[in-house]
């Protein structure tokens, strides 16, 4: 087992997404310099000033803003950061040591391919073939992304929907996620530099291969730098 390999990527992991989960509050106007308000509204619709532009969420995001400002106001932007941050990487590595191990229920790797050299993941490939527990605009939602090329927006929803659908078989890792939680959830397959390629990449699937110590060595570097900002 390559631990040099493995606390390279759980640090630099753990500062990746930290800043990929602020970027996200940003773009609704949280951070942690305060809570701003929507620079237009209408129904079902709110824009936000993130400096570098304005974005727009709608209908049950904006419900979803809400929790997370309650969330914000009663724990503080940091510590909701860090929760986040940490519950999906959580998330990740487990269900990569699952389809490592070919523990995942529908037999179908979410985060790789089962084909050498193949950098979409088998979840992208097969989507429609899979059960997780889709309605039909699910489906027609799926056609679309792919349509228009929208592979890493495609990778989300179907990791999200992975995740929820694990909440059947592993409740207490995977509790259902449609909250505030997606919105700060922000992952590519497609960025050479991003943390679902880094993963694959950096660290070889012997290492995930039956090991399951490797997870608590993950845990234990990510929080390492965790316990350093404390001081």
Same mark, same amino acid.
């Given at each position: 087992? +390559?631990?040099?390999?493995?606390?390279?990527?759980?640090?630099?992991?753990?500062?990746?997404?930290?800043?990929?989960?602020?970027?996200? #509050?940003?773009?609704?106007?949280?951070? #942690? +310099?305060?809570?701003?308000?929507?620079?237009? /509204?209408?129904?079902?619709?709110? /824009?936000?000033?993130?400096?570098?532009?304005?974005?727009?969420?709608?209908?049950?995001?904006?419900?979803?803003?809400?929790?997370?400002?309650?969330?914000?106001?009663?724990?503080?932007?940091?510590?909701? $950061?860090?929760?986040? #941050?940490? /519950?999906?990487?959580?998330?990740?590595?487990?269900?990569?040591?699952?389809?490592?191990?070919?523990?995942?229920?529908?037999?179908?790797?979410?985060? &790789?391919?089962? /084909?050498?050299?193949?950098?979409?993941?088998?979840?992208?490939?097969? #989507? =429609?073939?899979?059960?997780? +527990?889709?309605? &039909? +605009? %699910?489906?027609?939602?799926?056609?679309? !992304?792919?349509? *228009?090329?929208?592979?890493?927006?495609?990778?989300?929803? !179907?990791?999200?929907?992975?995740?929820?659908? =694990?909440?059947?078989?592993?409740?207490?890792?995977?509790?259902?996620?449609?909250?505030?939680?997606? =919105?700060?959830?922000?992952? &590519?397959?497609?960025?050479?530099?991003?943390?679902?390629?880094? =993963? $694959?990449?950096?660290? &070889? *699937?012997? %290492?995930?291969?039956?090991?399951?110590?490797?997870?608590?060595?993950?845990?234990?570097?990510?929080?390492?730098?965790?316990?350093?900002?404390?001081?």
């Amino acid at each position: 087992m +390559d631990k040099n390999a493995i606390k390279s990527f759980a640090i630099e992991s753990r500062r990746q997404m930290i800043e990929s989960v602020k970027y996200q #509050a940003s773009l609704i106007g949280i951070t #942690a +310099d305060g809570i701003s308000e929507p620079v237009s /509204t209408a129904e079902g619709m709110e /824009t936000y000033d993130y400096g570098a532009g304005t974005h727009t969420i709608f209908d049950e995001d904006i419900q979803k803003r809400e929790s997370l400002v309650r969330e914000v106001n009663n724990k503080g932007f940091e510590n909701v $950061v860090e929760e986040v #941050a940490y /519950t999906w990487f959580n998330r990740i590595i487990a269900i990569r040591y699952m389809e490592v191990n070919d523990y995942l229920p529908t037999r179908t790797r979410v985060l &790789s391919s089962e /084909t050498e050299g193949k950098i979409e993941p088998d979840i992208i490939t097969e #989507a =429609l073939e899979l059960d997780l +527990d889709y309605c &039909s +605009d %699910d489906k027609e939602l799926i056609f679309k !992304l792919k349509e *228009e090329n929208k592979l890493d927006v495609l990778f989300k929803f !179907l990791f999200i929907k992975q995740c929820n659908k =694990l909440n059947e078989i592993l409740p207490g890792l995977f509790e259902k996620t449609d909250d505030y939680m997606e =919105l700060l959830l922000n992952i &590519s397959f497609t960025s050479n530099e991003g943390v679902i390629r880094n =993963l $694959v990449n950096s660290i &070889s *699937e012997e %290492d995930f291969g039956n090991q399951v110590e490797i997870i608590g060595w993950l845990y234990q570097f990510y929080n390492s730098e965790l316990k350093d900002d404390t001081f």
